[in-house]
């Protein structure tokens, strides 16, 4: 697939990504790592149906995406809470939107809120919670309604590093309990290995799948305990050496004021 | 009421009492000044005077009927302006189009000055209560429109997206994204839409009317009643006062979500 977008105020186009392909299987947990601007985040839009695609495919279970998909999940960069809504409002709102009713919405708000520690809280305003609790608010209001696949843009990017890995862990243990696919857009690494199955490697500006690596580190893991594995090193090496060249690529680029 | 810094450690009964003291002063000088002969009272009136003139008015339940007559036009016009600003700003926020078309025509209605426009309003819509609503809306309107034009085109695309993600419907959109959003701007802008329908209704009443708050003060003018005129516009500052507030306890009961206020 490739995604141009035209430019307002300039005659010409921008291609975002560009001859990307790759096959995702069900239940697989796939990272995508890549600088700065090289069109990541474009194509979780474009999986997820937010954007029209620009030329290629894509298909869901053969189902080619038309529009957005009811069994998509997408986890945003910034916790797109509702911030007039109350916790169990939010999370519970995506059950309201599908016409389940409020009395056996409840209890599935009720498990989920439990889950990721906030009960006595449902009755808060995300400004009033803090950075790592929103993001598990906004975890809890994608895996309610039970999407096969989950995009996460970027879904850490925010947090301090203690809660980062709190989070990744305990992301790790809703992925293995229910297994979705899990399709994970991060510029970090480590993050990309510690929790994924295969990592999908995209060049700098306009992206294009440069390699794909399988990561057979041993399941259940830790985030935090995985780094000390003999291979977490070897493999880091490895797919560095592929993307460093990228990320100075997409640097220059980015002060040139290229890149979007 | 302006906001007061943390910085600036004046205790509130400090403050409460400057305002008594400084208030105090200048009603005493004003007495002292027309009973003296420095200034004609003819011309500024004086305070024992005024008070006795509010009371005589509240006595007798003169200014009450005039009081209603005014409130009555402000209310209804900016219900009705509101409404309309809401729509319309809806409408035009959605067909991105009509907006585009009917850009320069908003725009131009908006630098209009209205209260010039209030005498043709009198001559269409009579002597009564429609002209001043004609008017009082003519100003709500504008700006409930532009901010709840602003509210949805500057909602969070994010939070849109995640709605649409999350499986929400056209109308799930305007009931749990857009209005809400759109709700923020409207309040941020109530104070100034309300201050705009009291100013509306009053300036048609005194333009031409036979009651209302702008008409006493009109009248007394054409008698030269300078005692007249300001305990006029005294009840009208104390109803502005009292909305005021009003609208500043609505505010913190509908922002409740917001985090606390710069």
């Known amino acids: ?260 | 009421m302006l906001a007061t810094s943390g910085v600036d450690k004046v205790s509130r009964a400090e403050v409460y009492l400057w305002r008594v003291v400084l208030l105090g002063a200048f009603l005493i000088l004003w007495e002292a000044a027309t009973r003296r002969g420095w200034v004609d009272p003819f011309f500024v009136s004086q305070p024992t005077v005024l008070a006795m003139q509010i009371a005589d008015w509240i006595r007798t339940g003169f200014i009450f009927r005039h009081l209603v007559v005014t409130m009555q036009e402000t209310i209804i016009g900016f219900l009705l302006g509101t409404l309309l600003g809401v729509a319309v700003g809806f409408l035009f926020a959605h067909w991105e189009k009509l907006a585009r078309i009917f850009d320069p025509l908003m725009v131009a209605l908006n630098a209009m000055p209205r209260v010039v426009l209030a005498p043709l309003f009198i001559l269409w819509f009579g002597l009564g209560l429609l002209s001043k609503v004609v008017m009082v809306v003519s100003l709500v309107f504008f700006v409930v429109f532009f901010s709840t034009y602003t509210g949805i085109r500057e909602v969070d695309r994010d939070l849109v997206n995640n709605a649409r993600i999350l499986g929400a419907s056209p109308r799930h959109m305007i009931r749990h994204v857009l209005l809400p959003s759109a709700l923020t701007w409207i309040f941020a802008s109530l104070r100034t839409s309300v201050g705009f329908a009291l100013i509306g209704a009053v300036v048609g009443e005194y333009l031409g009317s036979h009651e209302g708050m702008g008409y006493v003060i009109s009248y007394a003018e054409s008698m030269f009643n300078a005692t007249g005129v300001l305990a006029g516009l005294l009840v009208l500052m104390a109803a502005v006062i009292a909305i005021d507030i009003g609208l500043q306890r609505l505010d913190a009961r509908f922002s409740y979500w917001k985090p606390v206020p710069k």
């Open chain 1, 1 to 260: 697939m490739t995604q141009r977008f035209a430019l307002p105020r300039e005659d010409r186009e921008f291609t975002a990504v560009q001859d990307v392909s790759f096959d995702i299987g069900g239940g697989e947990f796939v990272s995508i790592v890549g600088p700065s601007g090289c069109g990541k985040s474009t194509l979780l839009g474009l999986i997820a149906g937010l954007v029209p695609i620009s030329a290629g495919h894509i298909s869901l279970d053969g189902q080619p995406v038309d529009g957005v998909n009811a069994r998509l999940g997408f986890v945003f960069q910034r916790d797109a809470l509702f911030p007039w809504k109350t916790v169990a409002q939010n999370v519970g709102l995506p059950l309201l939107f599908r016409g389940v009713d409020a009395a056996s919405a409840r209890p599935r708000v009720a498990d989920w809120i439990a889950r990721i520690g906030l009960t006595g809280f449902e009755r808060y305003h995300p400004h009033q919670l803090s950075g790592g609790m929103r993001k598990r608010v906004a975890l809890a209001m994608t895996m309610v309604y039970e999407p096969q696949i989950v995009l996460m843009d970027e879904p850490f990017g925010a947090l301090d590093v203690q809660t980062r890995n709190l989070m990744e862990n305990d992301l790790l243990e809703i992925w293995a309990q229910s297994r979705r696919t899990v399709v994970f857009v991060t510029h970090d690494l480590e993050e990309a290995i510690a929790l994924s199955d295969r990592i999908v490697v995209m060049t700098a500006s306009p992206g294009r799948v440069k390699a794909v690596y399988t990561i057979s580190l041993p399941r259940p893991r830790s985030v935090t305990e995985i780094r000390f594995h003999p291979d977490f090193g070897r493999l880091y090496e490895t797919i560095w050496k592929d993307l460093k060249d990228e990320v100075r690529v997409g640097y220059e680029r980015s002060r040139q004021g290229l890149a979007g």
